[in-house]
């Protein structure tokens, strides 16, 4: 697949790149990361945990299948020092309870629930009061929440919901490939319940849920609720 | 008579000072910790107990050996001039009483630990040994430098008038208490400990300390023992909240048996007092943070979380979990600034910290890895089929070869392909010589 030029990312991250859908994610709220697998939903987690740590704030990483990998992490340019992982081997009611004691737990910036690779009927199994209750553990507190996992779990519990999607894989090498490069995907907002005065101008059909604050980092100008984002390996 | 010994680690590292401390302490009742690797100890009236003043500090040395501790003696009226002495090695060096100021004479300035400007102004003057700084004019000296001057120069003489500032080891905060009756339930148990919790702390806090972590051994019926440990993200003294810890944590282990003595020991330590600045968010409670982070002990296991630390190998996924400590107070609102306004093209990542490369791939680690069956065409990978992932492989790259610690009992080498899956997966294949496995997806 070959992107069209207008698509690809501006050179740097500026104030048009991700980072101001990285400052979006709403303190006090549960946030969801969505998306299958090489969508780049890992990397985009990766670097909201990274401009947490950066900024000297604290980092919990519930890591539901023991599958972060602090290599990456650092590569990204998170804080490790910053980053408590909570390995909960696959058990998934350790990492549930472990989201809450954390959300309750006064001194992190961020919060992340990762659900990973556990199969889709038990991520299924949770109750839906789970999110409720997680939601608010943070509400009015400055900790950001975010839940990734492949699929939509959270509901309407989920203040801000941002789907990732592959574009392609990028390999160098010219007949043969000789190094995987990186992957291009595109992130789009599904939900954006996050402004206390939503601006009445609703996001247009297929955009998803709720409405969007001019004002806000979200607002126009900001690709429309779109990234095309390049990860590199 | 003023007799001044001075222990001086050959290699000082912070460990040392505790051993030396204990070693001085048995030889003189006054001691003094100078630093890391430094003691000062009174040495006037020891020559009844030891034969004199060599035997003295041959006694040391001996004491300090079988410690494990390389350590230097020395021997004099004063401070400096034991250490000057020390320093000089060969084991014991003794200075003859009212002999400090001809034995510090040709010493160099430095010895004395000037401040720069200080050390400048020496040395503008043409002063380099302690015996010039010791000549000059006391009264000229406190024109020019103050009450400085005349300090030092009485330190670089030899007199040293200051007492030692007496040592002594922190007394053990520990507690036991017997059981009448064996005790074969856990809540009985927990309040026991509780008991002797209430009672540590109140001594901790009658001598302003905290504790970072306790320790129990139950002595269970049938003489064998059962032993814990809670370790404190943040030193606390409050007996309740120790209480309720030293519960979530009993309960996550209790003791198979029927307890019949129960001894609780905590670590003491002493926590500076630092006011918070007046503009910054104010600092969570460590008495919540503790006890949050003791539950998620409880809940995962101790060994299952903690701060990731990179090793210095080049093994896959060589990391391991540092304990986590009490966080710090959130960023000043000037800082937060400065981070919202960083960004890869318009600036550069702070240290180890800073943002090296924000667009970085997650790769998400299987582990264990897992086994996978792979279909070769051509010595290249054509077809995966795993628990977690299946598909025809459409692109791949590799083989990458590594392999290290060879040179060691366990020795590693494997081949790495990074593979694209027929639906758009991305991920990492192994194959460690014997078997192939999926070692994780790129997200």
Request: aromatic share 4%; net charge neutral; with cysteine.
């Given at each position: 697949?070959?992107?069209?030029?207008?698509?690809?990312?501006?050179?740097?991250?500026?104030?048009?790149?991700?980072?101001?859908?990285?400052?979006?994610?709403?303190?006090?709220?549960?946030?969801?990361?969505?998306?299958?697998?090489?969508?780049?939903?890992?990397?985009?987690?990766?670097?909201?945990?990274?401009?947490?740590?950066?900024?000297?704030?604290?980092?919990?990483?519930?890591?539901?299948?023991?599958?972060?990998?602090?290599?990456?992490?650092?590569?990204?340019?998170?804080?490790?020092?910053?980053?408590?992982?909570?390995?909960?081997?696959?058990?998934?009611?350790?990492?549930?309870?472990?989201?809450?004691?954390?959300?309750?737990?006064?001194?992190?910036?961020?919060?992340?629930?990762?659900?990973?690779?556990?199969?889709?009927?038990?991520?299924?199994?949770?109750?839906?009061?789970?999110?409720?209750?997680?939601?608010?553990?943070?509400?009015?507190?400055?900790?950001?929440?975010?839940?990734?996992?492949?699929?939509?779990?959270?509901?309407?519990?989920?203040?801000?919901?941002?789907?990732?999607?592959?574009?392609?894989?990028?390999?160098?090498?010219?007949?043969?490939?000789?190094?995987?490069?990186?992957?291009?995907s595109e992130l789009r907002l599904l939900r954006?319940?996050?402004?206390?005065?939503?601006?009445?101008?609703?996001?247009?059909?297929?955009?998803?849920?709720?409405?969007?604050?001019?004002?806000?980092?979200?607002?126009?100008?900001?690709?429309?609720?779109?990234?095309?984002?390049?990860?590199?390996? | 008579?003023?007799?001044?010994?001075?222990?001086?680690?050959?290699?000082?590292?912070?460990?040392?000072?505790?051993?030396?401390?204990?070693?001085?302490?048995?030889?003189?009742?006054?001691?003094?910790?100078?630093?890391?690797?430094?003691?000062?100890?009174?040495?006037?009236?020891?020559?009844?107990?030891?034969?004199?003043?060599?035997?003295?500090?041959?006694?040391?040395?001996?004491?300090?050996?079988?410690?494990?501790?390389?350590?230097?003696?020395?021997?004099?009226?004063?401070?400096?001039?034991?250490?000057?002495?020390?320093?000089?090695?060969?084991?014991?060096?003794?200075?003859?009483?009212?002999?400090?100021?001809?034995?510090?004479?040709?010493?160099?300035?430095?010895?004395?630990?000037?401040?720069?400007?200080?050390?400048?102004?020496?040395?503008?003057?043409?002063?380099?040994?302690?015996?010039?700084?010791?000549?000059?004019?006391?009264?000229?000296?406190?024109?020019?430098?103050?009450?400085?001057?005349?300090?030092?120069?009485?330190?670089?003489?030899?007199?040293?008038?200051?007492?030692?500032?007496?040592?002594?080891?922190?007394?053990?905060?520990?507690?036991?208490?017997?059981?009448?009756?064996?005790?074969?339930?856990?809540?009985?148990?927990?309040?026991?400990?509780?008991?002797?919790?209430?009672?540590?702390?109140?001594?901790?806090?009658?001598?302003?300390?905290?504790?970072?972590?306790?320790?129990?051994?139950?002595?269970?019926?049938?003489?064998?023992?059962?032993?814990?440990?809670?370790?404190?993200?943040?030193?606390?003294?409050?007996?309740?909240?120790?209480?309720?810890?030293?519960?979530?944590?009993?309960?996550?282990?209790?003791?198979?048996?029927?307890?019949?003595?129960?001894?609780?020991k905590a670590h003491p330590q002493r926590v500076?007092?630092?006011?918070?600045?007046?503009?910054?968010?104010?600092?969570?409670?460590?008495?919540?943070?503790?006890?949050?982070?003791?539950?998620?002990?409880?809940?995962?296991?101790?060994?299952?979380?903690?701060?990731?630390?990179?090793?210095?190998?080049?093994?896959?996924?060589?990391?391991?979990?540092?304990?986590?400590?009490?966080?710090?107070?959130?960023?000043?609102?000037?800082?937060?600034?400065?981070?919202?306004?960083?960004?890869?093209?318009?600036?550069?990542?702070?240290?180890?910290?800073?943002?090296?490369?924000?667009?970085?791939?997650?790769?998400?680690?299987?582990?264990?890895?897992?086994?996978?069956?792979?279909?070769?065409?051509?010595?290249?990978?054509?077809?995966?089929?795993?628990?977690?992932?299946?598909?025809?492989?459409?692109?791949?790259?590799?083989?990458?070869?590594?392999?290290?610690?060879?040179?060691?009992?366990?020795?590693?080498?494997?081949?790495?392909?990074?593979?694209?899956?027929?639906?758009?997966?991305?991920?990492?294949?192994?194959?460690?010589?014997?078997?192939?496995?999926?070692?994780?997806?790129?997200?």
């Open positions: 697949m070959t992107l069209p030029s207008e698509s690809l990312p501006p050179p740097g991250w500026g104030a048009r790149g991700i980072d101001g859908l990285l400052g979006a994610f709403p303190p006090g709220q549960l946030s969801e990361i969505v998306g299958p697998w090489s969508s780049g939903g890992s990397s985009l987690l990766l670097a909201l945990i990274a401009r947490v740590t950066t900024s000297g704030g604290k980092a919990a990483v519930v890591d539901g299948t023991d599958a972060f990998d602090p290599f990456s992490a650092a590569a990204a340019g998170v804080d490790l020092s910053g980053v408590l992982w909570v390995k909960c081997g696959g058990r998934l009611d350790p990492a549930c309870r472990a989201a809450d004691l954390l959300a309750r737990c006064p001194g992190f910036a961020l919060v992340a629930m990762d659900l990973g690779e556990l199969p889709l009927r038990r991520r299924q199994s949770l109750p839906s009061s789970l999110w409720l209750r997680l939601r608010r553990a943070v509400e009015g507190s400055p900790t950001i929440l975010v839940l990734r996992a492949p699929q939509r779990l959270a509901g309407s519990a989920a203040a801000l919901v941002v789907s990732a999607r592959r574009l392609e894989a990028r390999w160098m090498g010219a007949s043969q490939p000789t190094r995987f490069a990186g992957l291009s954006a319940r996050i402004y206390p005065h939503p601006h009445p101008d609703p996001l247009p059909p297929g955009e998803g849920e709720g409405t969007r604050n001019p004002l806000s980092p979200l607002g126009r100008g900001q690709g429309e609720g779109r990234w095309t984002i390049e990860w590199r390996s | 008579m003023r007799r001044i010994g001075c222990l001086l680690a050959a290699a000082p590292e912070p460990h040392m000072s505790q051993a030396l401390l204990e070693v001085a302490l048995a030889h003189s009742p006054w001691v003094e910790e100078a630093g890391p690797g430094l003691v000062y100890l009174d040495a006037a009236g020891l020559e009844g107990l030891f034969g004199g003043e060599r035997q003295l500090g041959d006694r040391l040395s001996r004491a300090a050996a079988e410690r494990g501790l390389r350590a230097q003696v020395g021997i004099a009226g004063s401070r400096l001039g034991a250490r000057v002495a020390a320093r000089s090695g060969g084991g014991v060096t003794l200075v003859q009483p009212a002999e400090d100021a001809a034995y510090l004479a040709p010493a160099p300035l430095a010895l004395l630990d000037l401040p720069e400007e200080m050390a400048a102004r020496l040395e503008r003057w043409g002063i380099r040994t302690l015996g010039e700084l010791a000549a000059l004019p006391s009264a000229a000296l406190f024109e020019r430098l103050g009450s400085e001057g005349p300090r030092l120069q009485r330190l670089a003489r030899g007199e040293d008038l200051r007492p030692l500032i007496p040592w002594a080891p922190a007394p053990p905060f520990e507690e036991s208490a017997e059981c009448e009756w064996g005790l074969d339930t856990l809540e009985p148990v927990t309040m026991l400990l509780a008991d002797l919790a209430e009672k540590i702390c109140a001594r901790l806090v009658r001598r302003g300390l905290s504790a970072d972590g306790f320790e129990w051994i139950c002595r269970l019926a049938g003489r064998s023992l059962h032993e814990g440990s809670l370790a404190l993200a943040a030193p606390m003294s409050e007996a309740s909240a120790i209480a309720a810890l030293l519960r979530v944590a009993l309960e996550s282990r209790p003791p198979q048996g029927v307890v019949e003595a129960v001894t609780l500076a007092s630092a006011q918070d600045s007046l503009t910054g968010r104010s600092r969570p409670s460590p008495r919540l943070v503790t006890a949050a982070l003791t539950r998620l002990t409880a809940l995962v296991g101790a060994r299952q979380l903690g701060i990731p630390a990179l090793l210095d190998s080049h093994r896959p996924d060589a990391v391991r979990l540092d304990p986590f400590l009490h966080p710090h107070p959130d960023p000043l609102p000037g800082r937060e600034r400065e981070s919202e306004s960083l960004s890869p093209s318009g600036g550069e990542g702070r240290g180890e910290g800073g943002r090296k490369n924000p667009a970085a791939l997650a790769l998400r680690r299987l582990r264990p890895p897992c086994p996978a069956h792979v279909t070769l065409t051509s010595g290249r990978p054509v077809h995966l089929r795993s628990a977690a992932l299946a598909g025809r492989i459409v692109t791949g790259a590799g083989p990458w070869r590594a392999s290290g610690e060879w040179w060691t009992g366990g020795p590693w080498a494997r081949d790495e392909w990074d593979v694209e899956l027929a639906d758009g997966t991305v991920c990492r294949l192994v194959h460690d010589g014997s078997a192939w496995f999926l070692d994780g997806i790129y997200d």
